[in-house]
């Protein structure tokens, strides 16, 4: 689903900031980075224009002095950005919609970007009392607008969705927005392994109508006691395969694609942004290191979890598991202290590579595994998903899971002041403008 990601509480903010400024039409200027292959846009800033840019202004139309437009479309063309007009309707009831005043506005503007600014790929933007509405400049194609933080907020209106008897009960839970709300998100899921394989279960029996699966390994005889949906007759194929047509099973209509792949190989990190939520469920620091960074870079809010059972002299000392969300205002895997960057390091290494290293011993020995703490911890991260995007009050973004104690225990972590991966400082809604911590083209592995 393409769409314009915010940081949260940005667009209410400046809404607050125009209509308050007067009876008559305001206008602002933003800039974002757009990704053609996934038609996203990436809200990088936005601030209402001056009072001496206004060429004329009422409670019916404004407009601009093509000084601003001419600095604008410099400012496009030189840092490969894409503009965003955006004004008000301050007597709009409801969603607020374009007027012909506005398309008239809009195809002036649109031819001048032609000329001066001809890469740049603009959104026009309306702000009510009630709601806001955006559109590609010129095109009239209606996009979403997201605010993204603890939570996932589509701020565009609806699409008028209709649901089918079989979520009958959960709409009696989290209503018809809710359940609109699961319906519109594209899904990744990372890993389809024990607690990923999990998570994609619920998200099947929940009415998750997009989803692409990522996933490199094959199925082996050892994965069968913990790997929902697979049985002995898929040993030997891809995990992700294996995952896409058992959730097809259970949801035939869904869009499910399956991507053989490593998330940490450029070319399949490039699919990140063209999501609107992310499952990170791998053991692997790199793919953590590249997902986690992701998440804040394009503003794809990500789900990390994590499951570890201890055994000294075949008594099991340890029975933990992690779930920590990764968006705008939360803390990264970074300021949490989540990742080993010697490990990192390792795991980014090709077979080759890893087998000329002088510091990587031996091979990385299996760890215990039981799929009800799987399970328990894809059931925490799935919860914690709807407390994000649906009505239910579940407001833990980062808890712990003790299963000895039989502890849930939410905790609350600090962001770590200009960190490199989550802060304005760093690649916070840098989208495409900073490079990802993956493996080059030429170094990935099947």
Not at 188 to 198: D, E, N
Request: proline share 5%; aromatic share 4%; glycine share 10%.
């Amino acid at each position: 689903m393409s769409g314009l990601k915010t940081i949260s509480g940005s667009c209410h903010a400046l809404a607050e900031a125009l209509l308050s400024s007067g009876p008559e039409e305001a206008c602002a200027i933003g800039y974002a980075h757009h990704d053609r292959s996934s038609g996203t846009w990436v809200l990088i800033e936005v601030e209402p224009v001056a009072a001496s840019a206004y060429a004329d202004r009422s409670v019916i139309a404004a407009s601009l002095r093509s000084e601003l437009l001419i600095e604008v479309a410099n400012r496009a063309r030189r840092d490969r950005l894409s503009p965003i007009f955006i004004h008000t309707h301050p007597f709009a009831q409801g969603s607020p919609v374009f007027s012909s005043i506005d398309d008239a506005g809009e195809r002036d503007i649109l031819a001048y970007l032609a000329r001066r600014a001809p890469d740049a790929c603009a959104l026009a933007m309306v702000i009510g009392p009630d709601g806001i509405a955006a559109r590609v400049l010129g095109e009239g194609r209606a996009i979403d607008v997201w605010d993204v933080g603890a939570a996932l907020t589509c701020l565009s209106g609806s699409d008028g969705a209709r649901f089918e008897d079989r979520h009958d009960r959960q709409l009696r839970a989290f209503g018809p927005d809710g359940q609109q709300a699961l319906n519109r998100l594209k899904y990744l899921v990372v890993g389809a392994g024990g607690t990923g394989a999990a998570t994609l279960q619920q998200l099947a029996y929940l009415g998750a109508r997009d989803v692409t699966i990522i996933d490199h390994d094959l199925v082996e005889l050892t994965n069968l006691n913990r790997l929902v949906g697979a049985t002995i007759h898929d040993i030997g194929r891809p995990k992700a395969e294996v995952a896409r047509d058992w959730f097809l099973a259970i949801s035939p209509g869904a869009n499910v694609e399956a991507v053989v792949g490593d998330i940490v190989d450029a070319r399949v990190a490039r699919r990140i942004s063209d999501h609107d939520l992310i499952f990170l469920c791998t053991d692997s620091h790199a793919s953590r290191a590249v997902v986690g960074q992701a998440a804040y870079q394009y503003l794809v809010p990500a789900i990390d979890m994590g499951v570890s059972i201890s055994v000294k002299d075949g008594v099991v000392t340890h029975l933990t598991g992690r779930v920590q969300m990764l968006a705008p205002s939360l803390p990264c895997l970074s300021c949490t202290g989540a990742l080993d960057g010697e490990q990192i390091r390792r795991e980014m290494l090709t077979p080759e590579q890893r087998a000329a290293d002088p510091y990587v011993i031996g091979g990385h020995a299996p760890q215990p595994a039981v799929i009800s703490l799987n399970s328990t911890m894809a059931s925490l991260a799935v919860t914690m998903m709807l407390g994000a995007v649906t009505p239910i009050p579940a407001g833990a973004r980062f808890q712990y899971y003790d299963g000895i104690a039989g502890k849930v225990r939410p905790t609350v972590a600090n962001v770590r002041a200009n960190c490199i991966v989550c802060s304005k400082a760093g690649a916070l809604a840098q989208g495409g403008r900073w490079a990802l911590p993956v493996r080059p083209e030429g170094d990935a592995h099947g």
